[in-house]
């Protein structure tokens, strides 16, 4: 029998993680939550809505788990705060790591993790809680990923680095080995990170320019 679900959000982040749960996990998703004061829709991928400050009453601690389906917003900091408050009304908190991930770290991996699809997870590295791995990463051994950070898409992380809390690291981004990322850095698209960096930082690669000459003057294209 599975487990009953409530999930926080009506958004994409939402919507991938109602199809996540059914499909992969021992969960069964009953319904959503929200603010009263975002509760705009009382349907949503065919599952009644309820406001949040309405869960306890209709979905119960000891009935329900409930997991925090939100994006980056604010460095972490939104899901961040809805995952404590979920907490402090007594929810056990569920995690999703998809069964088509590389995870040989022995389960060191904590409450609200949202682990998608073809991500390795080596041995001996720890990942905390309230953390998205979206498709596609490498995490090396040995390395730790702190509380309430988002880690996009083909991301490569060596061996023994340390991510701190609330950090984001876009698509592509490279982290050298033994590095230390501090507290609420930004990490761009395809940054290449060779040193630690201070708390609060922003790396941004850089982009591609357009050419000179027009795709039309191209030669074999």
């Known amino acids: 029998m599975k487990k009953p679900l409530v999930i926080f959000g009506t958004g994409d982040i939402a919507q991938l993680a109602h199809l996540y749960f059914s499909t992969d996990s021992e969960y069964e998703v009953v319904a959503f939550t929200v603010d009263a004061t975002h509760l705009t829709e ?17 979905y119960s601690p000891e009935q329900c788990e409930i997991f925090v389906a939100l ?17 402090a009304l007594g929810y056990r908190i569920a995690s999703f790591i998809s069964s088509f991930a590389t995870v040989l770290n022995e389960g060191r991996i904590g409450e609200n993790c949202f682990i998608f699809e073809d991500n390795t997870i080596q041995p001996f590295v720890t990942i905390g809680n309230n953390v998205t791995l979206w498709s596609g990463n490498h995490i090396g051994h040995h390395s730790t990923i702190k509380d309430h950070s988002f880690i ?3 991301v490569v992380v ?17 982290l050298r080995d033994h590095i230390k990322i501090g507290e609420k850095c930004v990490i761009g698209a395809g940054a290449l990170m060779l040193s630690d960096t201070e708390p609060e930082g922003v790396y941004i690669g850089a982009a591609t320019e357009r050419a000179k000459v027009p795709s039309t003057r191209l030669r074999g294209i």
């Open 42 to 58: 009382t349907v949503f991928c065919g599952l009644p809505v309820i406001a949040f400050e309405e869960v306890k009453t209709r």
């Open 71 to 87: 994006s980056y917003s604010k460095l972490n900091a939104v899901r961040k705060e809805k995952y404590l408050a979920a907490k």
């Open 152 to 154: 996009a898409s083909h």
């Open 158 to 174: 060596s061996g023994g680095v340390e991510i701190g809390e609330q950090c984001f690291i876009g698509v592509n981004a490279t």
